[in-house]
């Protein structure tokens, strides 16, 4: 992956360094803090008792974060740069041994070539305190996910274009007890495209997903992937669209041939701006797919989500989501299945241009076959925004 990045950077530096001494460019510095309080801050099952966690442990805490950020939209000649850098401390009020500081490092580099070609170049580095909900152990433990893609696109044709993409994702945790989910993967994908004057297209998708679990040590640790998908964007009116992507998916380990997956993997995306002030945003999805924090590398998952954003005035904003999702783990030792719900409503206040203000509260709850996985989490928080 360093390879790959280092090759980009390169190519970025030769080719458009001059042009962006003389580029029109938004560089935005930021601060926020906020308040969190968190009602289950393990995921723990109500079964457990609480009095039983180590005197140094609380079930509940608030959290107190303070981030400092950089957004940068920057165009070069035809070229866009976008860049946002950002800086995280939080501290824990009762589990102080959880304090840490989040790192986010986000670049896209929106190349063009001519009228015809043209791609996108992504490189993201997380650095965040790892899930709960799927850890077994109370610990602290930092969970790092780099990843870098990049894709070209070639319209050879008015009504035609054919693509390639490539991207690397790996995922590691700072606690020795979590390496054992460490996962490197790597995707290739080749797509063709018949284009509509009216912004719309359908094509067809081949890509190949090889993964490896370096840690796991006497299971499966390694597959390769191969999707058969047909996709579409079709802008139903101009309003509204719908990104939908379908088709065949198999899955086959390098180390036991009787695991694996064929069958079906589908997403639909539909956006609808109702009004000026009003937008709604509707996902499903079915599939295997593979989850950070979660042993059992074939996760089937059934689910949709429904978001709302309004703005009620140039000051103040609302949003809305609410997700469902039905999850069947099909390669462990002892298939199970999980039914994942969310809710969570935001309000935001705008008093000045560089000033936003907003209160957020969300619910989580997970019902599984497994014993003592149940849970049930409130929280609520309050933030304070300040673009410099």
């Given at each position: 992956?360093?390879?790959?990045?280092?090759?980009?950077?390169?190519?970025?530096?030769?080719?458009?360094?001059?042009?962006?001494?003389?580029?029109?460019?938004?560089?935005?510095?930021?601060?926020?803090?906020?308040?969190?309080?968190?009602?289950?801050?393990?995921?723990?099952?109500?079964?457990?008792?609480?009095?039983?966690?180590?005197?140094?442990?609380?079930?509940?805490?608030?959290?107190?974060?303070?981030?400092?950020?950089?957004?940068?939209?920057?165009?070069?000649?035809?070229?866009?740069?976008?860049?946002?850098?950002?800086?995280t401390d939080n501290r824990f009020e009762k589990n102080k041994n959880l304090n840490n500081t989040g790192q986010n490092l986000s670049a896209i580099w929106n190349w063009l070539i001519g009228s015809h070609v043209n791609g996108r170049i992504d490189i993201k580095h997380n650095v965040a305190l790892s899930d709960f909900a799927n850890t077994y152990n109370l610990q602290s433990s930092e969970k790092?996910?780099?990843?870098?893609?990049?894709?070209?696109?070639?319209?050879?044709?008015?009504?035609?274009?054919?693509?390639?993409?490539?991207?690397?994702?790996?995922?590691?945790?700072?606690?020795?007890?979590?390496?054992?989910?460490?996962?490197?993967?790597?995707?290739?994908?080749?797509?063709?495209?018949?284009?509509?004057?009216?912004?719309?297209?359908?094509?067809?998708?081949?890509?190949?997903?090889?993964?490896?679990?370096?840690?796991?040590?006497?299971?499966?640790?390694?597959?390769?992937?191969?999707?058969?998908?047909?996709?579409?964007?079709?802008?139903?009116?101009?309003?509204?669209?719908?990104?939908?992507?379908?088709?065949?998916?198999?899955?086959?380990?390098?180390?036991?041939?009787?695991?694996?997956?064929?069958?079906?993997?589908?997403?639909?995306?539909?956006?609808?701006?109702?009004?000026?002030?009003?937008?709604?945003?509707?996902?499903?999805?079915?599939?295997?797919?593979?989850?950070?924090?979660?042993?059992?590398?074939?996760?089937?998952?059934?689910?949709?989500?429904?978001?709302?954003?309004?703005?009620?005035?140039?000051?103040?904003?609302?949003?809305?989501?609410?997700?469902?999702?039905?999850?069947?783990?099909?390669?462990?030792?002892?298939?199970?299945?999980?039914?994942?719900?969310?809710?969570?409503?935001?309000?935001?206040?705008?008093?000045?241009?560089?000033?936003?203000?907003?209160?957020?509260?969300?619910?989580?709850?997970?019902?599984?076959?497994?014993?003592?996985?149940?849970?049930?989490?409130?929280?609520?928080?309050?933030?304070?925004?300040?673009?410099?």
């Open positions: 992956m360093k390879k790959i990045q280092s090759i980009i950077l390169l190519i970025s530096l030769t080719l458009f360094l001059p042009g962006l001494v003389l580029a029109e460019n938004t560089v935005e510095p930021y601060a926020s803090i906020s308040a969190i309080q968190d009602s289950n801050l393990y995921r723990l099952d109500s079964k457990i008792n609480t009095a039983s966690l180590p005197s140094t442990l609380s079930k509940s805490d608030t959290i107190y974060q303070t981030a400092v950020g950089l957004n940068v939209d920057w165009m070069a000649s035809r070229q866009q740069f976008l860049v946002n850098a950002s800086l790092t996910v780099d990843a870098v893609s990049a894709n070209g696109n070639w319209q050879f044709h008015p009504d035609w274009r054919v693509g390639y993409a490539i991207e690397e994702y790996k995922v590691s945790y700072g606690n020795q007890t979590q390496a054992f989910l460490e996962r490197q993967d790597q995707t290739h994908s080749f797509n063709v495209d018949y284009l509509v004057n009216s912004g719309s297209r359908v094509g067809l998708k081949f890509s190949q997903l090889d993964s490896h679990v370096p840690n796991n040590y006497g299971f499966d640790n390694q597959y390769t992937q191969n999707s058969y998908l047909v996709t579409t964007l079709w802008n139903v009116s101009g309003k509204s669209n719908l990104n939908a992507e379908a088709g065949l998916v198999k899955r086959k380990y390098q180390d036991v041939t009787k695991n694996g997956y064929d069958g079906l993997n589908m997403n639909v995306t539909y956006d609808l701006q109702a009004t000026e002030k009003l937008a709604f945003k509707l996902d499903a999805s079915h599939g295997v797919s593979a989850s950070d924090d979660v042993f059992g590398l074939d996760r089937k998952t059934t689910g949709a989500s429904l978001g709302v954003n309004w703005s009620v005035s140039q000051k103040i904003f609302v949003n809305a989501g609410v997700n469902h999702q039905i999850s069947d783990f099909l390669n462990t030792t002892q298939k199970y299945s999980e039914t994942y719900d969310s809710v969570n409503l935001g309000l935001g206040y705008k008093p000045h241009r560089n000033l936003d203000i907003g209160l957020n509260y969300s619910q989580s709850r997970r019902d599984s076959d497994l014993i003592l996985r149940d849970y049930k989490s409130d929280k609520i928080s309050l933030s304070l925004a300040v673009k410099l």
